[in-house]
């Protein structure tokens, strides 16, 4: 069901219209809710900047990859990042939790994990953004905050905004849930200091928007975690179809991603966060197995010596990086004054 919803926000289809008053109410909620929080202004301001990634529409838009390359970035210009993050799926024994790179998926959440092992960052989860960043801050000398998919979560001040929209889909229709894909209107996008698109430069999806591409790197391979570059790798395997696993918000980009890198692709998507189990993988029969970094934390103990794992990078554009380091200092000076 949920797929099919899916494909229609996307294909725009003329049916979803009988879900105008449900879109109407949530709109009018969603509105209604930030203002409330702007007016009161009870958010809680961290003594430290505070980046926010996130953005308004359900499924996957490459939040993760930008808030690695953020991370990357930031630690090159001197700053010591720190990541907080809902924790989607995550069950920790208690809130707040710090991530380590040896937990499970299961415990930590499949996304604050990967950032996590490839970040190489302190990342605390709790529902309650606030009360992460505070732990966060009390046990780490971090001078900036990320704050993964934060977007809608108000409680939190935030000094800078990311959108990140996808550069094929775009907005769908334009319209809020459940007539549509976005979980703010889009008139949200206007009041956010950046807007990333992901890929597709000839087709711009909002006004101002700067777009940047994923990179693939390299295969690892989930058991002997040895890694090839992805040219190598595609000329040894790029004959036989391969089968492509991935439990993302948008399947759909990652089966484009390789048969654009030269693979025969045999598509296998699971739901967004799907919990894996070793079955899952055993019962496919191609000579290889490729999936996403994000799935691979969850597969991490399973033996299958066939499976690989893609990695990728976000490559930002330069006026993206030299605006972000402006506008970070200005707000690092801000702060500074404020509690000095």
């Known amino acids: 069901m949920k797929s099919l919803l899916e494909q229609a926000w996307y294909q725009q289809a003329a049916w979803l219209s009988v879900l105008r008053p449900l879109s109407a109410g949530f709109t009018y909620l969603a509105r209604r809710r930030r203002k409330a929080f702007r007016d009161s202004k009870k958010s809680w301001i961290a003594p430290v900047p505070v980046v926010v990634v996130g953005n308004i529409s359900v499924g996957g838009t490459g939040k993760t990859p930008i808030v690695l390359a953020l991370i990357e970035l930031l630690q090159s210009q001197g700053y010591k990042p720190g990541v907080v993050s809902r924790g989607y799926g995550a069950n920790p024994p208690r809130f707040p939790w710090l991530v380590e790179p040896e937990q499970s998926a299961k415990q930590a959440g499949d996304e604050p994990l990967l950032i996590a092992i490839r970040g190489q960052v302190p990342v605390v989860i709790d529902p309650d953004r606030p009360a992460a960043v505070r732990h966060l801050l009390s046990h780490f000398d971090c001078d900036v905050v990320i704050s993964d998919d934060g977007l809608q979560h108000y409680a939190l001040a935030r000094d800078i905004e990311i959108a990140v929209i996808d550069g094929a889909r775009g907005l769908g229709n334009r319209r809020c849930l459940p007539e549509g894909a976005l979980r703010e209107p889009p008139e949200r996008l206007s009041d956010v200091d950046f807007i990333l698109q992901n890929g597709n430069a000839e087709v711009p999806q909002y ?126 000076r801000e702060k500074g004054k404020q509690h000095g």
């Open 207 to 332: 006004t101002d928007a700067q777009v940047f591409h994923l990179s693939a790197t390299a295969m690892l391979n989930l058991n002997s975690r040895e890694s090839i570059p992805v040219d190598a790798w595609v000329a040894t395997h790029g004959t036989t179809p391969v089968a492509a696993v991935a439990g993302i918000g948008n399947p759909g980009r990652f089966f484009t991603t390789l048969r654009e890198l030269g693979l025969l692709v045999e598509e296998h998507p699971f739901p967004d966060h799907h919990p894996f189990v070793a079955e899952d993988l055993s019962q496919l029969v191609s000579t290889a197995v490729v999936m996403t970094e994000k799935d691979a934390v969850k597969c991490r103990q399973f033996d299958c010596p066939g499976c690989w794992v893609l990695q990728v990078s976000a490559i930002l554009p330069d006026s993206f990086k030299q605006s972000l380091q402006q506008q970070l200092a200005v707000v690092q």
